[in-house]
């Protein structure tokens, strides 16, 4: 059973900036492409972003493209979503995600077999 462990959620007031981390202890974290999502009280968890496996592809929901971004360093075993320009309607509850064979990013909740925790990020106005 692959583990993912997300990090760096807070709170940060709106305009501000938050890096959250996604990290897979135990995985061939290379090979893996990783989906991140959010969600909210009350609401569906929602596609926020996505990278493949080399790092080359990316893709971002309307809602946040051009202020997030996401990178990954496999070196490291670790993913990272970059936040800048927060917005009070980007607070949720932050989450990666993984596949099991880890091929592709997917947008659909029910493609993926492997989650973190998930990281709280509170943006305030």
């Known amino acids: 059973q692959v583990q993912l462990v997300e990090s760096g959620g807070g709170l940060v007031q709106a305009g501000g900036s938050l890096r959250l981390s996604c990290a897979a202890p135990g995985r061939t974290f290379s090979s893996a492409a990783t989906g991140w999502f959010r969600q909210s009280p009350g609401k569906v968890r929602e596609f926020v972003g996505g990278?493949?496996?080399?790092?080359?592809?990316?893709s971002y929901a309307d809602s946040v493209k051009g202020r997030f971004t996401i990178s990954r360093d496999n070196a490291k075993n670790t993913v990272y979503l970059q936040m800048n320009s927060l917005k009070p309607e980007d607070t949720a509850v932050y989450y990666c995600?993984?596949?099991?064979?880890?091929?592709?990013?997917?947008?659909?909740?029910?493609?993926?077999?492997?989650w973190g925790q998930g990281t709280q990020v509170t943006v305030s106005s």
């Open positions: 995600a993984q596949s099991r064979a880890g091929s592709y990013y997917y947008e659909r909740v029910d493609r993926y077999d492997y």
């Open positions: 990278i493949g496996r080399s790092g080359i592809s990316t």
